[in-house]
């Protein structure tokens, strides 16, 4: 038996959230005393493979030649190198939300999403998952043998080990269904699913030419930049950046909220953040309930001289 | 062209969410509820698509006989005929194989759930009910034509989309940008009339399969209060983000 884990790569270069689930895996395999097995889609280098090691894979199995944007094609893949598997973990990606749930109903293996906890038992696997967009934490249990797991973003860290894995290469024959036409990546920079600080921003800017302090702030933190819903509505922002119950889920280490209410349904899509700053002129603006740190009053004024305090304290 | 859209009724996005039973129930009292928005888009999509190259839309839904004011709305809205699935879903592929159930009977070409529910945060009926049918799947979806028996899609990827095509039949997991916010639709008069002489057909439940169970419910612990720092001091925000807080 194995805890089998999915490892997506982007552009060849394994995504962090993938040495997250790596990790996570290892720990769940100390806890089964199995090995951890990757199963890898894509073109990847063996040097990239070889660092699934150093998280806990004992072995990696890379299959290469195909689309792993295809949920049916890496579904079939997958079924056919799960059958020595216990459990099967992914991290939440738009690619993995694809594939687990269609591996669940192939192999008839009960799933749990948004897990943010190591299972309270094993036997039946019973885990805890973020659910009611974050406003309530759900107790499952797993009723088949087996189980497959998709862990909420971030809700794990990163827990480096010595070790090594061997490599095997998988050939197949597997039909596309689905072709990809070609991409659009809006932001080189970091995405918002994977920021580990966010700098975000509302209507309280009053204007798109406002958001130079914004992005400066970002960039100085490494940060990833988000808006709240109206701000991308009126244009002054790209669709991509909205946050919140009908935009993104995020969950960073630091959220920064600029001029942004709290409006519970912003909050749906924030409140998984470990820390929240807020910097609203309305003391009582209902995101001072739900933030960690906060100062009242204008963005105008705070920001810049945040800006200022971040850089001599970095020097 | 046949459509089938999937509808989770869902407390209204300002609910205060609750639970009874020793936190083993979800509370709805006093609840709204409402369609899924991520529903919603694709209800909405559903409709322009039959309204350029004409043919018929259905919604369906797993439920017991509290959603029909929700199946009533996506009636008025301008869904053709609703179907209803008499039972309490009691695990995701537990809904996923009624309807699944339900469309190799009555067949659909395009199959369309939502991304994810905003309640259970599931995320799997849609590509579960795609791979018991055997088609092609394409998750947070935010671009959809249809010429024909081919589909030109677009997914939403970590930091940008990804550009697809695919045939007929398939399902897709919707999300915004399948339709813009602004191309909602909000039932008229007429429509609601209409809606009430439309088929709504109740069909009871084929299996009582399901593979995981819900056994409580608890809220997050609450936060502990917010720490103000005074406006000009922001030096001591930046050394509590550093020495307490340890995230920058
Ligand atoms: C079904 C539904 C889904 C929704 N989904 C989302 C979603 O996913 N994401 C989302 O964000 N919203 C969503 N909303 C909208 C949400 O209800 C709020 O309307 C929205 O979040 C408000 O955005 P805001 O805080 O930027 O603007 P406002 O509510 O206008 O708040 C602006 C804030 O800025 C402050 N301010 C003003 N001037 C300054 C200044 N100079 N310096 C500092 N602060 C200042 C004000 O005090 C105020 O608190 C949804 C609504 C519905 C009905
Ligand atoms: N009870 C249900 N009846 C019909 N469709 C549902 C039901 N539950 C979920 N769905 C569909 O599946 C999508 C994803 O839901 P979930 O897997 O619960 O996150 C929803 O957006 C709906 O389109």
Redo the contacts between chains.
Sequence with gaps: MSVLVYTEN?KGKF?KSTFEAVSYANELAKLLATDVVALSFGEVSDEELNKLGNYGASKVLSVSGINK????QV?NIFAKNAADASIIIFAS???S??????????L???????VISLPSSTSPI?ISR???????????????EKAILTLAPNAFGLVECVGSCSIEKINTSENA?????????????I????AE?IVSAGRGLKGAENWGMVEELAEL?GAATACSKPVA?IGWRP??EHVG???KAVAP??YIAIGISGA??HL?GV?SS??M??INTDAEAPF???????????AF??VP??I???K??KN | MNIVVCISSV?D??SK?N?TENGSKFDSSGIQFVIN?YDEFGLTKAMMLKEKAGGNVRVITVGDALVEPVMRKALAIGADSAIRINANPT???FT??EIAIYLKENPADLIIAG?ES???????????I???L???????CNGLEIDGNSA??C????????????SLPLVI?GQ??LVE?SDLRIPNMRGIMQARSKPLMVIEPSSDE???????????AE??A???????N??E??????EE?K??
């Design positions: 982007w995504r944007g295809d949920s049916q579904a990606t738009y690619t939300k694809m594939i687990a749930p269609r591996l669940s109903a192939k008839k293996i009960g799933i749990a999403s948004n019973t973020k659910a009611f967009s974050g406003k309530a934490i759900e107790k499952t249990i797993i009723k088949t269904s689905v072709l990809i036409e070609g991409e659009e990546i809006t932001r080189g920079k995405s918002l699913a994977e600080i933190l509505d669709h991509e119950q009908t935009g280490n630091l519970i349904q749906a409140n470990k820390v700053v807020v001072f309930k739900a933030a960690d740190y906060g100062i009242v009053g204008d004024q705070i001289k945040l200022e305090e971040i001599k304290a | 407390p996005t300002t969410i639970f928005p695990d995701s592929y996923a194989n991304r905003i309640d259970y945060n599931s995320g799997a009926v849609g590509g579960m795609a791979e018991i055997n088609l092609p799947f394409v998750n947070a030109k899609l997914r939403e990827i970590e930091g940008g989309k990804e550009n697809l095509s695919a997991g915004k940008g916010e399901n593979l995981t169970s819900s056994e409580s419910f608890e809220k997050p936060k502990s917010c720490k103000l720092v005074e406006i000009g922001e030096a925000l930046v050394r509590l983000l550093q807080a995230v920058i």
